[in-house]
Structure formats: structure tokens, C-alpha cells
């Protein structure tokens, strides 16, 4: 029962990967990147991998929706009148892709797998927490600091509009000079 | 370091075997005919309408619903707005398999907590695609607006799910109902449960949140819809709804515990009073728009509710 839920999901990610490069519409294209993740997530909770499964789904659809609406704000003809086509430079694309199957595949195959040594934890989901809050404690902290500052520096590179303009150049405004009334403290 | 369960104690509250998992969808979609029938009965006192005639309706709209034709768009994205469409219903059942009722749970999931989470986020693609797929341009405001909702409602919601979980040491919905023998968590963490409720309304664009099927964009997401694609949108929303009432008890209101009762009983009466809670609320709460409401979650209600966050942990720091 399980192996065949797995083949099923495992053919179903695979497919729904390759159909990314088929379908000639942006929500189609991001749409079934989303089912492949979807799958993947599927498969770990299979694999018994539960939390690590649930977050994949979780995150993937946020992120595949937010994806979705810059990628359609970002396209030559938002409105998807024109055909388009995720291709592109064909031929390295498509070399460096079987290539790299090629490669993984031979892995996979050459590789003298290792017996199973122990049993799974109890519950992967703690264990999962011990090593991100414990050994790699440093990773995690560092990380997140990263990823504020990128947060942080990309929404300054993007905002048209400063404290300056909403507060007037001595921030002595009372109230905040939007385009848009209403919200916080207005 | 050894990997021992963090929780004090496992919970009573068996698995039962797969065929109930079909039973889940029976009674959730009980629930949610309980709350529409409430939703009806009370716009018909408030209208002064004969409340026997609007007992009726909800029934009358869905048989109509059910024989209707499919109204067709010029160019839509058909498979995509199906998908959609059929997406806010399966949501909701997903959602609620991890719910205890009583002593017994469809799935005992040992990460219950993020599945729900998860499946409630489904509701995302579905209600974008919903406005997409219909190749019409109020459809697509629509499916903007939920995602721009989707921006500001999810985050402290998660925050909620968080506080709870931390509360309870434990992902394990079943946990976190059995960490509440001594004090609902909806007492000691009120604004976790104030913004796991908005969270409800949100998911389930009700209410306040329903913005995204709004008259102003002559019903946003339903505008094109007809048919039983409609009749499976329409039953989502009250499906997410009931989803989200059945899981606050668990997770808020000290789940199936409580005296006299047999634990389904209370799991019953627990969950009908926040679904006539939210449904009678649903009615009084002003509309609010996704611009407007995303400042204030993000200047107000996000701060608060990672401080809300924060009251658990260290109330695990001091056991």
C-alpha cells in the first residue's frame, strides 16, 4: 500500500517537474511546479519524515503563490494573450539536464550503499529541532541574520517612498502623507 | 542526547482505523450545514422574514445549484479554475482530519498542528486560481485580494499555532488538548485565540474576511461561477469554517475534557459553540479592506502575537 503511494507520488513529482516546460501559460507553469513540490511533500510524510513533509507543503504553496504574482507582474504580456515558453538557450540547457541525470543516475547505482546501522528516532521532528537549536545553533543564527538583512535591504531598495516623504523632511508631521488613506494611525 | 519525547505524556486519544476517515467529511459537512442553516435563520429574524421559508433556502440553493448549468466565460483557464474552485472544499475536509473528536482522531498525525496549517494554506492556490481561471477581471481582483489577506492574516495565525504548541510542548493536536487539564490555553494565551479566530474567518473569506467574494467586485471569486462548481466553493468556505471552529477546541478550549459528558459530547457542544459564535459574529463585524487590514497585522497584531509567543516559552522555561 504504502510502496504503491510512494511510486504514485514519486511519478506524479516527476511528471508535474517535467510538465513545468510543456504548459505555455505562467499559472499553468507555476501551478504544476507547485503539484511537484506537493508530491515531495507527500513523499516525506510517506518516508515518515512527517514535519519535514507538512513544512514543504506549507511553505512551497505560500511561495509558489507569491512566485506567481511577480512572475505574471514581471512578464512581457501579463495577461498571457501571447504564447510563451520556459526554453531557453536549448541546447546547454538540455545537455547540462541529462547530464546531470546521467551523473546522479550512475551514482545511485555505483555507489555501495551502507547496511542500515540503529532504528529511526522515535520522533524526527524533535531530533530535527535538537540539531537546529543545538550543533547548528551558530548555522541557524547567522542565517536568520542574513535573511533579515536581505529582507530589510531589499524592501528599502524597493520603496519610492521613505519617512521623508510620508513625514515631511524634518519628520515633524503628525500624520503620514499617503496616497492611500486609512490604516495605523491615521 | 538522547531523543525522548519532549511531551509529558501521551495523550489518550487512539486512531481509529482508515475507513474513518470517510466518516470525517460526513461530519464536518454536518457541521457546516448546522452553520449555514444558523447564518440563515439569523439574516431572516434580522430582515424579518418568515424564519420557516429561510430554514428552507440553504437546501432550495443547493438543489438548484446541483442541476444548474455551468455559465461559460469567453478564453478561461478551465482546468485551472476547477481546480481552484474544487481546491476550497478538499481543504477544509484535509484540514479536519487531524482533529480529536472525543477519543478518537481520523489521523493521529504526530505533527497535527502543521498539517492543519498546511492544508488551511491550500486555500491560497485555490482561491488565486479560483479568480484566475475565470478570465474575468472582478474574478481576478478577487483572487489578489485573498493574497494580499493571505499576507496579513497568516502570519499571526502561525504565531497562534506556535504559542499553542509551545504551550503544550507537543505538534500532537491530542497533546496539546491534554496539556489543558488544569487551564484552557484560551485563558492564559487570549491573544493567540483572538488571532487563531481571525485566522478562521480569513481562510474561510467570512465575515470580516470576505472581502475576496465582496458585492463590491459583484461577489469577487463566485462572480462567474454557477453550478456545482459553485455549489463546491460556497460548501468550502462553511467546510473551512467548521474546520476551523472543530480545531479551536483542541487547540484552545481544552478539547474533549469536561464533566458529566461523554468526551464526544463535549467535543460536540464545544465545537457547535464556536461555530454559533462565529457564525453569529459573522453578521455584526464591519468588512475590512486587504490594504487597511495588512498594516494593522503587521504593525499590531503580528508584534503581539509573537509577544503572545513568547508567554508560553517561558512559562516551559520556569517548569
Keep these: ?186 | 542526547m538522547t531523543s525522548s519525547q519532549p511531551a509529558p505524556g501521551r495523550a489518550m486519544v487512539t486512531s481509529a482505523p482508515l475507513w474513518s476517515v470517510l466518516i470525517v467529511p460526513v461530519l464536518l459537512t454536518a457541521f457546516a450545514i448546522m452553520a449555514v442553516l444558523g447564518d440563515a435563520l439569523l439574516a431572516a429574524r434580522a430582515a424579518g422574514r418568515p424564519l420557516l421559508t429561510a430554514a428552507a433556502a440553504p437546501a432550495a440553493g443547493a438543489a438548484r445549484l446541483l442541476i444548474g448549468q455551468r455559465r461559460r466565460t469567453p478564453a478561461p483557464d478551465a482546468l485551472l479554475w476547477r481546480a481552484g474552485l474544487w481546491t476550497v472544499p478538499a481543504a477544509g475536509i484535509l484540514a479536519a482530519l487531524v482533529i480529536p473528536f472525543g477519543t478518537v482522531t481520523a489521523s493521529r498525525m504526530s505533527v497535527g498542528v502543521v498539517w492543519f496549517n498546511a492544508m488551511e494554506v491550500l486555500t491560497w492556490a485555490g482561491l488565486w486560481l479560483a479568480g484566475w481561471g475565470a478570465n474575468s477581471a472582478l474574478s481576478l481582483i478577487a483572487g489578489y485580494r485573498f493574497v494580499a489577506q493571505g499576507l496579513a492574516y497568516e502570519l499571526p495565525l502561525m504565531f497562534a499555532l506556535i504559542s499553542v504548541a509551545a504551550g503544550a510542548q507537543s505538534l500532537d493536536v491530542a497533546d496539546i488538548a491534554a496539556a489543558q487539564s488544569h487551564l484552557w490555553f484560551a485563558v492564559w494565551m487570549p491573544a493567540a485565540f483572538a488571532a487563531y479566530l481571525a485566522g478562521v474567518y480569513a481562510f474561510s473569506f467570512l465575515g470580516p474576511f470576505g472581502a475576496p467574494a465582496g458585492h463590491d467586485v459583484a461577489g469577487g471569486v463566485l462572480a462567474e461561477v454557477s453550478g456545482v462548481d459553485r455549489l463546491a466553493i460556497e460548501a468550502g468556505r462553511w467546510l473551512l469554517l467548521a474546520a476551523g471552529a472543530g480545531m479551536a477546541v483542541p487547540l484552545f478550549l481544552g478539547g474533549a475534557a469536561g464533566p458529566v459528558l461523554p468526551a464526544w459530547a463535549w467535543s460536540a457542544v464545544k465545537t457547535l459553540a464556536v461555530l454559533a459564535g462565529l457564525t453569529w459574529a459573522r453578521g455584526r463585524l464591519p468588512a475590512l479592506r486587504a490594504d487597511r487590514y495588512a498594516e494593522f497585522a503587521w504593525v499590531v497584531v503580528l508584534p503581539l502575537s509573537v509577544a503572545q509567543a513568547l508567554v508560553p516559552a517561558l512559562v516551559d522555561l520556569t517548569r
Design chain 1, 1 to 186: 500500500m504504502l510502496t504503491a503511494v510512494f511510486w504514485f507520488l514519486a511519478l506524479l513529482a516527476a511528471a508535474s517537474g517535467f510538465m513545468v516546460f510543456r504548459v505555455n501559460s505562467m499559472a499553468r507553469v507555476t501551478i504544476a511546479l507547485l503539484v511537484s513540490f506537493l508530491a515531495v511533500g507527500g513523499l516525506l510524510i510517506v518516508l515518515g519524515l512527517a514535519y519535514l513533509g507538512a513544512v514543504v507543503i506549507l511553505m512551497m504553496t505560500m511561495e509558489m503563490v507569491i512566485m506567481l504574482v511577480f512572475m505574471i507582474a514581471y512578464m512581457t504580456n501579463p495577461g498571457g494573450l501571447t504564447q510563451m515558453s520556459m526554453y531557453h538557450n536549448k541546447r546547454a540547457s538540455l545537455s547540462i539536464a541529462v547530464g546531470t541525470f546521467a551523473l546522479l543516475a550512475a551514482g545511485i547505482l555505483a555507489v555501495p550503499w551502507p547496511r542500515r546501522a540503529g532504528q529511526p528516532p522515535a520522533s524526527p521532528a524533535f531530533q530535527l529541532g535538537q540539531a537546529l537549536m543545538g550543533p547548528q545553533m551558530l548555522t541557524m543564527v547567522t542565517l536568520g541574520f542574513v535573511l533579515l538583512a536581505t529582507m530589510v535591504g531589499a524592501v528599502v531598495l524597493a520603496t519610492s517612498r521613505g519617512r521623508y516623504d510620508r513625514f515631511g523632511d524634518d519628520l515633524r508631521r503628525r500624520s503620514p502623507d499617503d496616497p492611500l488613506r486609512g490604516g495605523v494611525g491615521q
